[in-house]
């Protein structure tokens, strides 16, 4: 079977491409390869490579840039995934795209479930949620896998920012007030392959197992790579960031759980892991 990823070199690709490598044909397309706001461009793609799935992993992921630059968010995260489902409509492609816990506004008690309302605070939150539901307008039957608090090997993300800010001031502020689930990027791979194999369509909520805030969050992974460096917990409302986040994002995968039978390991036991390979 043949995959055709986009925004390959991204944290996502970086860390599922190995993975998939092992049982698909990958064809691996970054935004230089394949822009997905230009359709023109991706209809020549899919007529030449004629994959069995289009995995599109392209999106515009630094939430505050996205309310200096909406334009360019709307672009990436909203219309762009509509012209690639549209495009795999029209040649009979199966399609995955990917998005996010920033659809929901947090103000829950209970971990989220798929069919959930949606209600963004932020731009990149609005320019994902759209783009969903572009890609179900365009295309019959895809698979939609909404993840969380990604980190992993390639790109920038929290813990790469951390030790940064660490090594360059020696104490850290981290927000104790929005709870989720840290997410090993490269654990998606397992459920995914498994999705794809069994041709499951619809949406999946996917992330490790247990939940924390980004202060416990700092905590452990200073543990881990025997740091001994202080945090200091602030409210997000200190921090004074452009885009709102939501305040408890956790979701609920019982879904996925039930139809892969797979259930992603704890979050510290990935974080571990992780960490080890950094030492």
């Not at 392209?58 to 909203?78: H, K, L, Y």
């Not at 994902?128 to 896998?145: D, M």
């Not at 885009?243 to 979701?251: E, G, L, M």
């Amino acid at each position: 079977m043949k995959l055709l990823v986009t925004g390959s070199h991204g944290l996502l690709g970086t860390n599922i491409i190995p993975v998939l490598k092992r049982y698909f044909d990958v064809i691996s397309l970054d935004i230089e390869e394949w822009d997905i706001t230009d359709e023109k461009s991706g209809q020549k793609i899919l007529q030449h490579f004629k994959p069995h799935t289009v995995i599109n992993l392209a999106a515009f992921t630094d939430v505050d840039g996205c309310e200096d630059n909406q334009e360019r968010a709307t672009r990436i995260n909203s219309e762009g995934p509509g012209i690639v489902a549209g495009l795999c409509r029209k040649y009979a492609i199966s399609m995955v795209h990917f998005s996010t816990d920033y659809i929901f506004d947090g103000n829950t008690p209970f971990p989220y479930k798929e069919d959930d309302r949606p209600n963004p605070l932020s731009v990149y939150g609005m320019t994902k949620l759209q783009g969903e539901r572009n890609v179900l307008e365009k295309h019959p039957s895809p698979l939609i896998i909404r993840t969380q608090w990604l980190y992993g090997d390639g790109g920038e993300h929290f813990i790469s920012k951390l030790i940064r800010v660490a090594k360059e001031k020696g104490i850290v502020e981290v927000v104790n007030d929005q709870i989720g689930s840290p997410t090993y990027a490269k654990d998606l791979a397992e459920p995914l392959l498994i999705l794809i194999k069994k041709n499951k369509s619809g949406i999946y909520h996917i992330t490790n197992t247990g939940s924390c805030s980004w202060f416990e969050f700092a905590q452990r992974v200073f543990d881990y790579l025997h740091m001994n460096i202080p945090v200091r917990p602030i409210s997000s409302d200190r921090l004074n960031r452009k885009a709102k986040r939501p305040r408890y994002s956790v979701f609920d995968c019982s879904k996925v759980q039930q139809d892969t039978n797979v259930t992603l390991r704890l979050w510290q036991e990935a974080l571990k892991e992780y960490c080890n390979g950094l030492l």
